[in-house]
C-alpha cells in the first residue's frame, strides 16, 4: 500500500486531540489511511446495516462493542453519535481515542462544530497527489495520461479502466450522495449540469449562464453548487482582493477535485483524445490547482489559494497567499516553454509593487531558472516548488 503524504502529521494530532476526523471524497482512501495509521484500533463502519440500526437504536450498546479506540467510517450515516463520544471524551480526557471518517463535509462539520468543538481536529483526505504517485510502482506520469486516468487510489489499486471507474463513481457516489442531501427530480438534467461545469473550468462562475444552459432557476444552481462542495466534487478558487488601483474581479472559478472525473464528463476516453481535447488547457490547470490544494492539506493546513483578475484582463492562474504577500503561478499545458508564459507574473509583479519569485507550472519535462526570479517546472516536480514556498 501506498504511504499517504497526510500520514506526517497524524501522530502529533492524535498525540494532542481525542477525537480526529477525516474528511473527503469518497473512494479518496479514506478508510485505507485510517487503517493503516490506526492498525490496533477497534473498527466499524456505519455504511454496514446492522451495525449503522445498532447505533441508531441502541448507541450505548453500539459503544460497548466498539469501544475506544476506534475507528468510526461514515459517521455522517448517524451524526448523532457525536453527542455520545463528546460525553465520553470529557469523561476519560485521553487524546488519540476517535478516528472519524466522512464523506459529506457539510453534516460532518456542523455535527462537530456542534458538539466536538476544541476536541476536534479536522484533516482532508484528497485522491493520490503526484507526488504519492512517483512512488507508487511504476505510474507514467505522463501529462495527458494522468488526466485521463486522474487519480482515484481504486484507479490504480485495483487497475480499473478510467472510464468505467468514473461511470460507476458518477453513478453509485455522487448520485446516492446527492438523493440524500437534494431532490434531484431529473438526474438527466442534473448530469447535463455537470457536464456543463466541467465545460468552464476555470472559468469565472456565472450561475445566471448556467442556469439558462440547464433549463433550471438561478437558486437551483447555486444550491447544486454548494451540495457538489460539500461532496468534495468540485471546489472554488475565490479572486484575489487588495485594494490597488485597478478594479479587480470578484467572481470565483470552478474546479473539479478529481481531473479524471472532468475528463470524463467531458467524454475523453484514452489519453490520446485529452492531448487533442480543445479544453486541454483547461484539464491541466484544473489538475494543478487541485495538486496545490492536496499539499496544503496533506500539511492539515486550510486552502491559500486565489487567483488574480482585473477589468484589463490580466490574469495570474494561482497566487499563493504566503503571510501578507502573494506567490504568483502560471500554469500552461504546453510541453515546450516560451518566454512570453512569464509575461502575466511580470504583469502582476508591476501592478501590485511586488517583486515575489514567480512560477510557471507547465506540461514539459524540465526544471529550470527562467531569469527575473522565475522558474519553470513541470507537475512531477511541483511537490519542490511546494515546499520551497511553504
Not at 32 to 51: F, G, Q, R, V, W
Not at 109 to 131: C, D, E, H, K, Y
Not at 160 to 180: C, K
Request: with cysteine; hydrophobic share 40%; proline share 4%.
Amino acid at each position: 500500500m501506498i504511504k499517504r503524504d497526510i500520514q506526517n502529521i497524524l501522530p502529533s494530532l492524535t498525540a494532542t486531540y481525542p477525537v480526529i476526523a477525516i474528511n473527503g471524497p469518497r473512494q479518496a482512501g479514506k478508510t485505507t489511511l485510517a487503517k493503516m495509521a490506526y492498525s490496533n484500533y477497534n473498527y466499524c463502519n456505519l455504511e454496514d446495516p446492522d451495525i449503522r440500526l445498532l447505533a441508531e437504536t441502541d448507541p450505548k450498546s453500539f459503544f460497548r462493542q466498539y469501544q475506544p479506540p476506534v475507528i468510526i467510517d461514515e459517521i455522517q450515516r448517524i451524526p448523532e453519535l457525536t453527542s455520545y463520544i463528546q460525553v465520553m471524551v470529557d469523561d476519560n480526557r485521553k487524546n488519540g481515542q476517535f478516528i472519524l471518517t466522512g464523506s459529506q463535509n457539510f453534516n460532518l462539520s456542523q455535527n462537530i462544530s456542534q458538539s466536538l468543538a476544541g476536541r476536534t481536529a479536522m484533516i482532508t483526505l484528497l485522491p493520490f497527489s503526484v507526488n504519492e504517485l512517483k512512488h507508487y510502482k511504476k505510474i507514467s506520469l505522463q501529462r495527458d495520461l494522468l488526466i485521463h486516468r486522474g487519480f482515484l487510489p481504486r484507479i490504480y489499486d485495483q487497475n480499473q479502466q478510467p472510464v468505467i471507474a468514473y461511470r460507476n463513481y458518477l453513478q453509485t457516489y455522487v448520485e446516492r450522495d446527492l438523493r440524500q442531501l437534494i431532490n434531484i427530480k431529473d438526474l438527466m438534467i442534473f448530469e447535463k449540469f455537470l457536464r456543463l461545469l466541467a465545460g468552464r473550468i476555470g472559468q469565472l462562475l456565472n450561475m445566471s449562464s448556467l442556469a439558462s444552459d440547464t433549463g433550471v432557476s438561478v437558486t437551483t444552481i447555486s444550491n447544486w453548487i454548494s451540495i457538489l462542495e460539500a461532496s468534495y466534487i468540485i471546489f472554488r478558487l475565490e479572486p484575489f482582493y487588495k485594494n490597488i488601483s485597478k478594479r479587480l474581479i470578484k467572481s470565483p472559478k470552478i474546479y473539479f477535485i478529481e481531473t479524471g472525473l472532468a475528463a470524463y464528463l467531458l467524454g475523453i476516453e484514452n489519453e490520446k483524445q485529452a492531448g487533442r481535447d480543445p479544453l486541454m488547457g483547461s484539464l491541466f490547470e484544473n489538475m494543478v490547482v487541485a495538486e496545490l490544494l492536496k499539499k496544503r492539506f496533506n500539511m492539515g493546513l486550510g486552502s491559500n489559494l486565489y487567483f488574480y483578475r482585473d477589468s484589463q484582463h490580466y490574469e495570474v492562474d494561482v497566487l499563493l497567499k504566503q503571510g501578507n504577500d502573494f506567490i504568483p503561478i502560471e500554469i500552461k499545458a504546453a510541453e515546450s516553454y516560451h518566454p512570453d508564459f512569464a509575461k502575466n507574473i511580470k504583469k502582476f509583479r508591476q501592478i501590485t509593487g511586488s517583486d515575489n519569485q514567480g512560477y510557471i507550472i507547465y506540461g514539459g519535462d524540465h526544471y529550470f531558472n527562467a531569469g527575473e526570479d522565475i522558474y519553470v517546472c513541470n507537475i512531477e516536480r511541483i511537490d519542490e516548488i511546494v515546499k520551497e514556498i511553504f
